[in-house]
Nanobody, 116 residues
């Protein structure tokens, strides 16, 4: 059983910052990829950023230069530092991990709302 616990979402004004955390707990092989996705109302879920064990990092064009993904392997935790937030960043943010055994797990999601 693997559980991903996300935290750090909330309401922030445009131009503000938030830091999301995703902690993986349970029994699993080591984590290969950790990532963040988001889904806005009426839209498809989309990739925000991923980080491999390499680490190789990938960002969606819409967040490049504003968001930073990182991971702490000792804590099985991923982070997403979000700066210069815009109203269009409003969405439910989901954490995803892929283990070395290629199992994929999702978190329950955390709401991020950017509004004045």
């Amino acid at each position: 059983q693997v559980r991903l616990v996300e935290s750090g979402g909330g309401l922030v004004q445009p131009g503000g910052s938030l830091r999301l955390s995703c902690a993986a707990a349970g029994t699993f092989f080591s984590i290969d990829v950790m990532g963040w996705y988001r889904q806005a109302p009426g839209k498809e879920r989309e990739l925000v950023a991923t980080i491999t064990s390499g680490p190789n990092i990938n960002y969606a064009d819409s967040v490049k230069g504003r968001f930073t993904i990182s991971r702490d392997n000792a804590k099985n935790t991923a982070y997403l530092q979000m700066n210069s937030l815009k109203p269009e960043d409003t969405a439910v943010y989901y954490c995803q991990i892929t283990t070395r055994a290629k199992y994929v797990y999702w978190g329950q999601g955390t709401q991020v709302t950017v509004s004045s």
